[in-house]
């Protein structure tokens, strides 16, 4: 007798079958028809329904004839832990907004998103003085912005009303995906910050304040991530439990994670990084196994815009110059050589790709690295750096800064300037105005925050005939075509609300923001930088 097992066939136990079975669903489905065979995206898609009937987001109607009919559509999402392993699967319908008509379906679509140094100044302030960061998300956030406007869906996929299949949605609550959603939601939700006495920052109004006699509450809002922190955890504590009354909120307790920024709790104040990140584009680019190298970029690097082959697949290219982007949120190290590579990504050539790849192979030397807050004083000071001319394809220079608060940098910038400058006097004085324009901002942020300051913010400066101009009102052919925006400078030193001192060009913080380094220099900027890591190490070859 000819048995199975002697022709080697072999029937797949239940748990293999299984995980056979997981593998092919732990991957984020393109559309509905595949997500349907999944019984774990099946139950993610009833969870949203279930959410849209409870809060009765829309009612089924016959579509007038003079109305739009947007389409929708599902989008699928595995929300993961920090170690990879998946917490649960998402799914959100969302509304084909491009479908939507101005002055029909939607009138007024901007919405505020927090700025990167409010959220830096705010981790600094915590790092100062002790306050706890707690953290709230919004489950469905853009579900509870009113709607002005008429809107009307069709049906979901897999949820049609089989009463009545013709008929579409006539949305009551705002939806993902309509063009006008992100401003309802932050609308609703700032009116009722405002009835709990917050008030809105005049210099950044995704940032909040609530300040009596006893406290201090700050609230930061992105979208649907909030941070809290303040002087009193009471305090906090009573806002937290108002908000979750009102909105349907998660209570995440002390901040960890924050839009893909991984926050820790050290004796020395707090260190803030993206390691994960990081490891996810090095797989991305499959550059896992790569040898690390000391710097982003060598030393005096220049792109040109010829000279070398184009490159065939520009998707790739710029799928991760624009994932290197968002990796300068807590790496200043790379900001120089991500505004360079950024410059090419209509026509790049393959000299730029391996611009990309340096970056690339630095990160990999250098993957623990981070920004480190740790507790100070609230002096504001700024160092500013430019690079004449730099740029051979266009002869513009390049602009550097870094504020800092005490000792910690809460903004930073490199950037091609607009026009090309006739010296560099006139190019360090541009540098100047633009970095004054931001501290005079941070300042009202302290104001904001009722934390005047008491000292007067210093801006470091390596040109002396730039701070010459700035104190002297002296005119020439060389420095009479300068823009009147710039002068305003000169009316803050003037005024004594800002103090410019010299300092040597080897103790320039910002030469990382303008040009490439060789190593020991690139390290001495990134120390001064409070860029920290746990191994205190870079590694290199």
């Known amino acids: 007798m000819q048995t199975r097992s002697k022709s080697d066939i072999y029937k797949k136990k239940a ?63 595995l929300k993961k832990n920090l170690d990879g392993s998946v917490a649960r699967f998402k799914a959100r319908l969302v509304a084909k907004g491009f479908s939507q008509e101005a002055g029909l379906d939607y009138y007024e679509t901007f919405s505020l998103v927090v700025k990167p140094t409010t959220v830096w100044l705010i981790l600094a302030l915590a790092a100062s003085y002790g306050w706890k960061l707690k953290q709230l998300d919004v489950k469905n956030a853009f579900l ?42 932050n609308e609703r939700f700032s009116k009722f910050l405002l009835q709990l006495g917050f008030k809105t920052s005049y210099a950044d109004p995704s940032l909040f304040v609530k300040s009596t006699d006893h406290s ?17 955890d009471v305090a906090v504590q009573s806002v937290i439990s108002q908000l979750t009354k009102k909105f349907d909120m998660k209570d995440l307790g002390i901040l960890h994670f924050f839009l ?28 896992e196994e ?24 520009l998707t790739t290219y710029r799928s991760l110059v624009g994932a290197l982007q968002y990796l300068t949120f807590t790496r200043p190290d790379i900001a120089f050589s991500v505004n360079q590579v950024c410059q090419f990504m209509h026509q790049p050539l393959e000299s730029h790709f391996t611009a990309v790849k340096c970056i690339l192979r630095y990160l990999k030397g250098s993957i623990d690295l981070g920004l480190c807050f740790t507790p100070g004083s609230l002096h504001l000071q700024a160092y500013i750096d430019a690079d004449w001319a730099g740029d051979l394809n266009d002869r513009r220079s390049t602009t550097g800064f870094v504020v800092f608060i005490g000792s910690n940098p809460i903004s930073w910038s490199s950037k091609k300037q607009h026009t090309v400058r006739r010296s560099s006097t006139e190019t360090e004085y541009r540098a100047m105005a633009t970095t004054t324009t931001e501290v005079v901002w941070i300042q009202q942020l302290l104001q904001d925050l009722h934390l005047p300051q008491t000292d007067v913010p210093l801006l470091h400066c390596d040109n002396i005939s730039t701070m010459a101009l700035t104190t002297y009102p002296v005119f020439h052919s060389k420095s009479k075509h300068i823009e009147i925006d710039c ?55």
Request: aromatic letters at 10%; a neutral charge; proline letters at 6%.
């Open 15 to 77: 748990f293999v079958a299984q995980q056979c079975s997981d593998s092919v669903f732990l991957k984020e489905p393109s559309t509905f028809q595949a997500a349907s065979k999944s019984v774990q995206w099946q139950a993610a898609m009833k969870e949203e329904m279930d959410a849209f009937l409870q809060q009765h987001t829309w009612t089924l109607v016959p579509l007038p004839s003079h109305k739009n009919c947007v389409g929708c559509k599902w989008i699928y999402k």
């Open 260 to 287: 893909g920024l991984q926050i820790e709790y050290q004796a020395r104040g707090l260190f803030v990084h993206q390691h994960k990140y990081v490891k996810e584009l090095l797989q991305k680019a499959n550059m």
């Open 487 to 541: 002068h305003f400078v000169r009316e803050r030193v003037q005024q004594g609300t800002i103090l410019q001192l010299f300092v040597n060009s080897s103790d320039q913080y910002t030469n990382m923001f303008t040009k490439g380094l060789c190593s020991p220099q690139f390290r001495f900027n990134c120390s001064n930088l409070m860029l920290g890591c746990s191994q205190h190490m870079i590694e290199g070859g």
């Open 290 to 313: 790569c040898k690390p190298c000391l710097t982003p970029c060598h030393p005096n690097q220049k792109l040109l815009n010829h000279g070398s082959p184009p490159i065939l697949d």
């Open 144 to 185: 509870h912005g009113f709607l002005d406007e008429e809107v009307y869906m069709s049906q979901p996929p897999g949820f049609v009303d089989q009463m009545h299949p013709e008929y579409v949605c006539k949305l009551e609550w705002s939806l993902y995906g309509l063009k006008h959603a992100p401003r309802a939601w």
């Open 216 to 232: 201090i509450v700050v609230l930061l809002l992105y979208v649907d991530d909030i941070i809290l922190t303040g002087d009193s």
